[in-house]
């Protein structure tokens, strides 16, 4: 049984607008919770992270969204650009052990 | 620097066969994985190491083997391959438990096709 799911396989946005990619986790222990983009050909990227102690996290226009009472987060990129067309993952876990969600495929429409 | 590498690229094996994948890195991380990616099923941890000459289970373990002589290379082996092994296997390297801010560095992939 999967412990973080990504339930949208793709999503497609216009250039400029914001795109949410959303997961969900099981395991209530977790305490750190990651995004990492995938192009084609290449081994994922990190791109943010939050830790369970807070529910929000800004890099430039990413930011994550943490809610632990609904075992949920969230990824926002505003404004979206044609290069963040990429495969996003969101992983979570604690101690040695992160475990991956099955991904979203994003597409920017310039 | 090179970060993360995977030798090979690609293979091909027949049902039976043994190989193994090497992942080398230069960052002086102290703690290395392997994963494998199927459709469907996002990245899944095979084994991973917290230091040179230490190894450990991760979720999907059987079939495989690990070694870890040294600090920056990491070992992936198939005895005898089967069908089942044909994945994308990713190779990840951090400085400690989850690196830096949780941040796993990934190498490029093996693709791995057993007939």
């Known amino acids: 049984d999967q412990q973080v799911k990504q339930n949208s396989p793709s999503l497609s946005v216009q250039e400029g607008r914001i795109s949410i990619l959303n997961c969900d986790y099981t395991?209530?222990?977790?305490?750190?919770f990651l995004w990492y983009k995938k192009y084609p050909a290449e081994g994922p990227t990190f791109l943010i992270s939050?830790?369970?102690?807070?529910d929000k996290n800004e890099d430039g226009r990413f930011t994550v969204f943490l809610n632990k009472s609904a075992k949920h987060l969230s990824l926002h990129i505003v404004p979206s650009q044609p290069g963040d067309s990429a495969v996003y993952f969101c992983a979570a876990g604690s101690g040695n052990q992160f475990y991956f969600g099955t991904g979203t495929s994003l597409t920017v429409i310039p | 620097n090179a970060g993360v590498t995977q030798t090979p690229k690609f293979r091909v094996l027949k049902t039976g066969q043994s190989m193994t994948l090497l992942c080398a890195q230069d960052?002086?991380?102290?703690?290395m994985y392997w994963y494998r990616q199927d459709p469907g099923m996002g990245l899944r941890l095979i084994h991973y190491s917290v230091g040179e000459g230490t190894t450990a289970k991760g979720e999907v373990p059987d079939g495989y083997n690990v070694s870890r002589l040294k600090k920056q290379n990491f070992l992936l082996g198939l005895e005898s391959a089967a069908p089942s092994q044909t994945s994308v296997y990713f190779c990840?390297?951090?400085?400690?438990?989850?690196?830096?801010?949780?941040?796993?560095?990934f190498g490029p992939g093996t693709r791995l096709t057993v007939l």
């Open positions: 990840a390297s951090s400085y400690s438990v989850g690196g830096v801010n949780g941040e796993q560095f």
């Open positions: 960052m002086n991380h102290e703690y």
């Open positions: 939050i830790s369970s102690i807070k």
């Open positions: 395991n209530s222990m977790f305490d750190y």
